[in-house]
T-cell receptor, first 114, second 110 residues
Framework: NAGVTQTPKFQVLKTGQSMTLQCAQD?????MSWYRQDPGMGLRLIHY???????DQGEVPNGYNVSRSTTEDFPLRLLSAAPSQTSVYFC?????????????FGSGTRLTVV | DAKTTQPPSMDCAEGRAANLPCNHS???????VYWYRQIHSQGPQYIIH???NNETNEMASLIITEDRKSSTLILPHATLRDTAVYYC???????????FGGGTRLMVKP
C-alpha cells in the first residue's frame, strides 16, 4: 500500500512549455484533488474529481487541465507554463465519505517555471 | 475565507503537552473540525477530526467546546518531530475542498 504517489518530485520548465504532473493512489479512493502551495501560504484547490469520468474546478483552475479515466490516476496538465505557476503541487485523495476518512496527501511536486 | 482562526505560532517544551487552540465560531451543524499538520515541506498529514464529542487517537486528542465554536488539539507528550505547521479546518461532506488558513507553527524545543 503506497498511498498517494506523485511524480516527478522536482521539475524545472521554461515559460510556455507544457507538462503533466502524475498522481496515483492505491487505496481505491473515489475522491481525488490537486492543490498548490505558494511560499508561506496555505494550500489552494486547483481541480478535483469525485470519481472516474467526473472532474470539476476548484479555487484556482486557470492554466490547468485534468482528466480522470481511472479510479487510481488523476494527472494535472499545465498547458503553457508561466512563472506564476511556480509552486509546490500536492495531490490528495479520500473516500467519498470524506468527513469520516480524512484526506491522504502525496509528498508533492516542486515546480519552477523560468 | 479560512473560517477558522489560529495563533500564528506557539512554542512547547519537549515532553510537555502541546495545546493548540482554534476558533470556528461560525461553524455549521454539518461541519466537522479537522486537524492536519505539515512538517517542513512535506504533504499535509491527517491527525484527527470530530463533530461534537471529544476524540482521541494514537496521535492526539481533540477537545470541542459544547457550543462548537472552538476546539483544542492536544499532543500529550510533544517531541521534536512534532515541530510543524498545524491546520484547523472545517469540512462537510457537501464541501469539495479543504480551506487552509495560516495555521499555527508549533516549535517543540529541547
Amino acid at each position: 500500500n503506497a498511498g498517494v504517489t506523485q511524480t516527478p518530485k522536482f521539475q524545472v520548465l521554461k515559460t510556455g512549455q507544457s507538462m503533466t504532473l502524475q498522481c496515483a493512489q492505491d487505496m481505491n479512493h473515489e475522491y481525488m484533488s490537486w492543490y498548490r502551495q505558494d511560499p508561506g501560504m496555505g494550500l489552494r484547490l486547483i481541480h478535483y474529481s469525485v470519481g472516474a469520468g467526473i472532474t470539476d474546478q476548484g479555487e484556482v483552475p486557470n492554466g490547468y487541465n485534468v482528466s480522470r479515466s481511472t479510479t487510481e490516476d488523476f494527472p494535472l496538465r499545465l498547458l503553457s507554463a508561466a512563472p506564476s505557476q511556480t509552486s509546490v503541487y500536492f495531490c490528495a485523495s479520500s473516500y467519498r465519505d470524506r468527513v469520516n476518512s480524512g484526506y491522504t496527501f502525496g509528498s508533492g511536486t516542486r515546480l519552477t517555471v523560468v | 475565507d479560512a473560517k477558522t482562526t489560529q495563533p500564528p505560532s506557539m512554542d512547547c517544551a519537549e515532553g510537555r503537552a502541546a495545546n493548540l487552540p482554534c476558533n470556528h465560531s461560525t461553524i455549521s451543524g454539518n461541519e466537522y473540525v479537522y486537524w492536519y499538520r505539515q512538517i517542513h515541506s512535506q504533504g499535509p498529514q491527517y491527525i484527527i477530526h470530530g463533530l461534537k464529542n471529544n476524540e482521541t487517537n494514537e496521535m492526539a486528542s481533540l477537545i470541542i467546546t459544547e457550543d462548537r465554536k472552538s476546539s483544542t488539539l492536544i499532543l500529550p507528550h510533544a517531541t521534536l518531530r512534532d515541530t510543524a505547521v498545524y491546520y484547523c479546518i472545517r469540512q462537510s461532506n457537501a464541501g469539495n475542498m479543504l480551506t487552509f488558513g495560516g495555521g499555527t507553527r508549533l516549535m517543540v524545543k529541547p
